[in-house]
T-cell receptor, first 114, second 113 residues
């Protein structure tokens, strides 16, 4: 199974941009890169996903390296409500018969400093 | 409202007493999954189901059973719970294919004495 590697923790000042890295050197050509976050005392929630091109949505941006072996989740202006654990995972392919086992790991705990 | 529901939300039980945690989704998703979350170990997948009557093991399936008789329901069964199954459990669902996001339930906190 393709795995991801993230730093255990990061800190950022409020109202500044945050760049959360993720390494996935064994990614396959059809794996999508997904990011989820888990706020305190809640279940994980979807943030963003991408395949090859950079992606933007109302929550964040996702920058994907050209070789797809790493990606960065960008929070453009962090607020205290962005303090959470962020998970980067790979979700296989386009086949209904592909391996759908998903590995979340321990994620990155983001602390926002007021 | 599109949602994943889990019941019960909290459960305290004793070793060896069979229990079932229910999970239901109203989004017609094919894919459903169970995870457990423990301090320092992150979120680990227990079992997943690609569709009705199709289930497979995740990373930590020992001590658990699942069934998928209907598309909307995916119960997690602990035939003989042990204290090491004390954990926070999450159910999730999504459409198949890699570009689909998973929707998570609110979690079930299980304590096995």
């Amino acid at each position: 199974d393709a795995k991801t590697t993230q730093p255990n923790s990061m800190e950022s000042n409020e109202e500044e941009p945050v760049h959360l890295p993720c390494n996935h050197s064994t990614i396959s050509g059809t794996d999508y890169i997904h990011w989820y976050r888990q706020l305190p005392s809640q279940g994980p929630e979807y943030v963003i996903h991408g395949l090859t091109s950079n992606v933007n949505n109302r929550m964040a941006s996702l920058a994907i390296a050209e070789d797809r072996k790493s990606s960065t989740l960008i929070l453009h202006r962090a607020t205290l409500r962005d303090a959470a654990v962020y998970y980067c995972i790979l979700r296989g392919g386009i086949s209904n018969f592909g391996n759908e086992k998903l590995t979340f790991g321990t994620g990155t705990r983001l602390t926002i400093i007021p | 409202e599109a949602q994943v529901t889990q019941n019960p939300r909290y459960l305290i039980t004793v070793t060896g007493k069979k229990l079932t945690v229910t999970c239901s989704q109203n989004m017609n998703h094919e894919y459903m999954s169970w995870y457990r979350q423990d301090p320092g170990l992150g979120l680990r997948q227990i079992y997943y189901s690609m569709n009705v009557e199709v289930t497979d093991k995740g990373d930590v399936p020992e001590g658990y059973k699942v069934s998928r008789k209907e598309k909307r329901n995916f119960p997690l069964i602990l035939e003989s719970p042990s204290p090491n199954q004390t954990s926070l459990y999450f159910c999730a669902s999504s459409f198949q294919r890699g570009y689909n996001e998973q929707f998570f339930g609110p979690g079930t906190r299980l304590t096995v004495l």
